[in-house]
């Protein structure tokens, strides 16, 4: 099969192309493999691809397969699983960038009857980490006001509909025009683009006394912003740093003190590697939204096709042209079956 394979981290996005590699077989009684039909391009995958994520010290070292999120078919499951060969799946596992990849059972769920492929893809686990850091970390209610940093991205567009059907109100941060109409249309109230001058004062003025917002999701790195947005006894919790370029910021411990505020991290895979079945509750929330119709997939309108594509790809996502999910097609076959179900 084809992978874009990591002998070593890359300076240039561009140096990243497929080449040939073994078809992963399953190892334990919980491996599937699956084929992959949808991979999506994510922050952590540009991170992973030039070694400047925190888990590249410990757990992806090269040599490995990039890609994290995808959808496919399953070809491959131990016949006690409780999956079966053809079964679509979505989730996240390392080496996503690929025709096949091996994943754990507990890192799949079946594609939604509602949606395609391309959309479970879109979501994938990036619904589960914006369910997990706003409802089961911060313990966003009804009533309340969220702010979420990051709401052009992956999970900043999850974000803001897990706000919105918890029944808070969802003020959305966004760098451009496009990125507002978009996060308009998923549902956010309110949007403040973060290029403006104060906008923090801006976020503040749009909540019912001024005094500032409940919770904060920050998935930017942008801390002391998000403080400054918070009202008295409000709760922040840091979820990622995509504005940071690695640089990460320093914040005066006194600012945490004069507002009584909480600060929260929340780290996904960390927590599934500690407590699985936190994760299967926060999945298992996050789910239940799918169900009942809350959850829309946002796909990024640029089309990618074969792992060629994945260096173009990143490069838009890293030059901040990209919203939602960037989606690569993998296998066009399931794309043919998808639009004969529409
Ligand atoms: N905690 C966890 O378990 C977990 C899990 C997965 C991912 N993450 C992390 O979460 C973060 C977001 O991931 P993602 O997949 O949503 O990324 P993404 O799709 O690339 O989105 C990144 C977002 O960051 C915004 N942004 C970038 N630079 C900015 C700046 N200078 N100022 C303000 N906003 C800026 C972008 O806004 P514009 O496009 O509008 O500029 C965009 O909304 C990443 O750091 C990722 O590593 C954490």
Redesign the pocket.
């Known amino acids: 099969m084809q992978a874009i394979h990591i002998n070593e981290f890359v300076k240039d996005l561009s140096d990243l192309g497929p080449r040939d590699v073994e078809i992963p077989q399953r190892k334990g009684e919980k491996d599937l493999v699956v084929k992959i039909t949808h991979a999506a391009l994510?922050?952590?995958d540009m991170?992973y691809a030039q070694g400047l994520?925190q888990n590249n010290r410990r757990h992806v070292k090269p040599p490995f397969i990039l890609g994290t999120e995808f959808a496919g078919v399953i070809t491959s499951c131990s016949p006690s699983s409780s999956f079966q060969p053809g079964t679509k799946v979505f989730g996240g596992s390392l080496g996503s960038f690929a025709d096949y990849v091996r994943a754990d059972e507990s890192s799949v769920r079946r594609v939604p009857d509602q949606w395609t492929n391309a959309e479970a893809c879109a979501v994938g686990?990036?619904g589960a980490?914006s369910w997990g850091?706003l409802v089961f970390v911060a313990g966003l209610k009804r009533g309340e006001t969220a702010l979420i940093?990051?709401?052009?991205?992956?999970?900043?567009v999850m974000a803001v509909q897990i706000a919105k059907a918890v029944g808070a109100k969802a003020i959305a941060?966004?760098?451009?025009e496009e990125?507002a109409k978009m996060i308009q249309e998923a549902g956010a109230d309110d949007v403040v683009n973060?290029r403006e001058d104060k906008w923090e004062e801006k976020v503040k003025a749009l909540t019912h006394d001024g005094e500032g917002v409940d919770v904060v999701y920050d998935?930017?790195?942008?801390v002391e912003s998000g403080i400054k947005c918070l009202r008295y006894r409000g709760r922040l919790v840091i979820?990622?740093?995509?504005?940071r370029d690695g640089n990460i910021e320093k914040v005066l411990a006194n600012r945490i003190l004069l507002k009584s505020i909480t600060v929260h991290g929340?780290?996904?895979?960390e927590d599934g590697r500690r407590f699985p079945q936190n994760t299967e509750t926060v999945w298992q929330g996050f789910l239940k939204l799918v169900e009942d119709g809350s959850i829309k997939p946002v796909i990024y309108r640029e089309k990618y096709f074969g792992l060629r594509s994945i260096s173009r790809a990143l490069e838009d996502?890293r030059a901040?042209r990209?919203?939602g999910?960037a989606i690569l097609t993998i296998s066009e076959d399931v794309d043919v079956e998808e639009k004969a179900r529409l």
């Open positions: 994510t922050h952590v991170l994520h686990a990036s980490v850091s940093l990051g709401a052009s991205g992956g999970l900043g941060i966004v760098g451009d990125k973060y998935a930017i790195g942008a979820v990622g740093f995509a504005a929340y780290r996904f895979g996502l901040h990209t919203w999910r």
